[in-house]
């Protein structure tokens, strides 16, 4: 049986892959701040935004970098089974298709090959 819809299943396999990149720089992104925390390098960071450091008291302590590991941790994961599903609703909804269409063509072929026979009301008396 062909393949057909060739350019979902690339969509399909494309927000799967974005739903991996995703987690990977989700993850790598927590254990920065984490570090950055731990480190200490907060300070730099501070340094770095000037004047708009105000705005941000206290934000890069040892709590706080733990908090925002653990939110951006959760974020990404939430965010990684949000695009994981939209790749895998394309696939199902492909899925579908090629089950519906094969049972069509059982159908017909039990019912002698022809498409009228196979779905028409058998006829009157």
Same mark, same amino acid.
């Given at each position: ?10 969509? %399909? ?5 974005? =739903?991996? $990149?995703? !987690?990977? #720089? @989700? ?5 920065? /701040? &984490? ?25 890069? %302590? ?5 908090? =925002?590991? $653990?939110? !951006?941790? #959760? @974020? ?5 089974? /949000? &695009? ?42």
């Amino acid at each position: 049986m062909e393949k057909r819809f060739r350019v979902l299943r690339i969509i %399909g396999t494309l927000w799967k892959v974005f =739903a991996w $990149i995703e !987690l990977i #720089v @989700g993850i790598l992104s927590a254990l920065g /701040v &984490l570090i950055m925390g731990i480190l200490g390098t907060g300070g730099f960071l501070l340094q770095f935004l000037g004047e708009r450091a105000s705005m941000f008291p206290g934000a890069m %302590g040892l709590v706080s970098s733990i908090a =925002a590991f $653990i939110v !951006l941790l #959760v @974020g990404t994961v939430i965010y990684f089974l /949000v &695009l994981y599903a939209v790749g895998e609703l394309i696939f199902l909804m492909l899925a579908i298709e090629e089950n519906t269409r094969r049972t069509r063509q059982r159908l017909e072929e039990a019912a002698g090959g022809g498409a009228d026979r196979a779905f028409t009301s058998p006829p009157s008396p």
